[in-house]
């Protein structure tokens, strides 16, 4: 059984305060681009996982496909070992939320090919345990996100006239550096208020608190965000804690030629 995982943008970020356990209290958008990676699982003699497509580092072993089958095994003792085969094409620790929408896709598979019958808001129980993001993967539509990233409400947010540029730099961010260096703020404009403005009001309102920190290390970022305004976006972000931006453009304004010989570069409809 084969699933299609998404990536996601972050169309504003806003890191509010610090919570007493520790995690930071955030609000975003995010927002589902049709960015795949391919995700199967088969029946099996034992629990394996098989990468192929862009490398990802560290143990597979820790990968949150494998953590994704064996949270559901603690609920479900009998449930059978399966091969999971994962296909990269989204750059991992990006931004894009690729490892995140490849666990909720095992989690949706499993579901089916099992008849575990899993409710929604079991499916949703699960991917909050796996990451602050994950969750979202479950929804398929743009979401106002509170909390860790982890408490969704689905917006309407129409961008059928865009189209999307990302540009992935082979550099990478940690998440934790990026929260380290962060400085919470917590009064200010909500972004579920905010992203009701035209797109091209954006430039000058939706702000991801990231790029604070994360362009004062990495300089080459910043000049890649002014590289995607020059070339006629409406709105440049980075996505997440990075190290991927992406630009908003009209349809059909995105030029040919690009800047960005180094980085990987996608450009999806919206």
Known sequence: MIGFSPAKINLGLHVLFKRDDGYHEIETIFYPVPWFDAVEIISAPQLT???????????????????????????????????????????????????????????????????????????????????????????????????????????????????????????????SWAYQHIQPLASRTSLKSLIQLPVEAWKNHLVNDFETPVFAQFPVLREMKQQLYALGACYASLSGSGAALFG????GTIPQSLPFSDAITRVCTL
């Open 49 to 175: 996982l098989h990468l192929s497509g862009m490398p990802i580092p560290g143990n597979p072993d820790d990968n949150l496909c494998m953590k994704a089958y064996r949270l559901v095994k603690q609920d479900f003792p009998d449930l059978p070992a399966v091969a999971i085969y994962l296909h990269k094409t989204i750059p991992p620790g990006a931004g894009l939320g690729g490892g995140s929408a490849n666990a909720a896709t095992v989690l949706q598979l499993l579901n089916l090919k099992f008849a575990l019958q899993l409710t929604p808001a079991q499916l949703q129980s699960y991917a909050q345990q796996l990451g602050s993001d994950c969750a979202f993967f479950l929804q398929h539509q743009p979401c106002y996100a509170t909390g860790r990233g982890e408490q969704l409400e689905p917006i309407t947010l129409k961008l059928d006239d865009y189209a999307l540029l990302l540009v992935c730099p082979s550099m990478a961010v940690s998440t």
């Open 248 to 251: 908003i453009f009209k349809k």
